[in-house]
């Protein structure tokens, strides 16, 4: 089965930078994705990683460590409307398996 | 195109009513996803189809009834709710197999049952 642990809560401030950590426990890797989801609203994707490394795109980065079983994306020159849920994912028995988010809040 | 509607976006029925709400992609997308979302809760998947034919059910109370008519349609029937099924309800599509692709959500239905 799957397990994917992370944070349920962060603060941060408009401008600054934040990290989300997940970390996930999976019979067979077939890579994480990072989604966004805006309260009410579907989710989005922002990022696959399937290799070790870090993968920029934009303001976002997302990074991978297979053998610790850790990913984490960064949120560069936060705005007020990152302020959002964000799921860490794998695809496991069933298609993708959603960690419980994190809800972040950008404050001014 | 790369969107996924659904409609109705509100839908509000009691628990003797029959519904169904409806799903559709244009994006040649051969695997169709319905997930179940409470509040403050991450998404569940409840059904896979993958070239129109139910590849997952995850052991959804007979109340749900999902149907493919063709490669860019996807329903969901109600009928018989209980309270406890109001959520947000998210059809997805992607590429099918694996690994796994990237899914495309549509906006939801916010279903309430009374």
């Known amino acids: 089965g799957q397990n994917i642990d992370q944070p349920t809560e962060m603060t941060a401030t408009e401008g600054a930078i934040v990290q989300i950590n997940c970390t996930y426990q999976t019979s067979g890797f077939n890579g994480l994705f990072w989604y966004q989801q805006h309260a009410g609203e579907a989710p989005t994707f922002l990022s696959y990683n399937v290799l070790d490394g870090l993968e920029e795109k934009g303001r976002f980065s997302s990074f991978l460590s297979r053998s610790k079983g850790y990913s984490y994306l960064l949120l560069k020159e936060l705005q007020m409307k990152d302020s959002a849920s964000y799921l860490c994912a794998v695809p496991g028995n069933t298609p993708l398996v959603f960690g419980k988010g994190t809800r972040l809040s950008v404050i001014a | 195109d790369t969107e996924v509607t659904q409609t109705p976006k509100h839908l509000v029925m009691g628990m003797t009513n029959k519904k169904s709400l409806k799903c559709e992609q244009h994006m040649g997308h051969r695997a169709m996803y319905w997930y179940k979302q409470k509040a403050k809760k991450p998404p569940e998947l409840m059904f896979v189809y993958s070239y129109e034919k139910l590849s997952i059910n995850e052991s959804v109370p007979s109340r749900f009834s999902p149907e493919c008519p063709n490669s860019s349609l996807l329903n969901l029937h109600l009928h018989a709710l209980q309270p406890e099924d109001s959520a947000l309800y998210l059809c997805?599509?992607?590429?099918?197999?694996?690994?796994?692709?990237?899914?495309?959500f549509g906006p939801g239905t916010r279903l309430t049952v009374t």
């Open positions: 997805a599509s992607s590429q099918p197999g694996a690994p796994a692709y990237e899914q495309y």
